[in-house]
């Protein structure tokens, strides 16, 4: 198995490699894949961070006495999201 971040950084190199055992390889498929995930692994740790900062406000509000009104429910939602 060929490690990803290899393919990342050597494209050309790893392809051509490979293209002497089978000509029709193409990596262009696996980087594209990589690439959005790597973008909605991005999205989720802004999503999970949105959600931890909601939730800090939302104890702030609870400790002073006052309900999280819609910071809980948007809190939720992301939770779904996630």
Do not use: P
Request: charged fraction near 35%.
């Amino acid at each position: 198995m060929i490690d990803i971040r290899l393919i990342r950084k050597n494209r050309q190199e790893v392809e051509t490699k490979l293209k002497t055992k089978d000509s029709s390889i193409d990596l262009s498929l696996i980087v594209k894949l990589d690439e959005q995930i790597r973008e909605i692994k991005t999205k989720v740790e802004q999503l999970k961070s949105h959600r931890n900062d909601q939730s800090t406000l939302i104890g702030t509000l609870k400790k002073g006495g006052q309900k999280g009104g819609k910071g809980e429910e948007r809190g939720s939602g992301l939770a779904f999201l996630i």
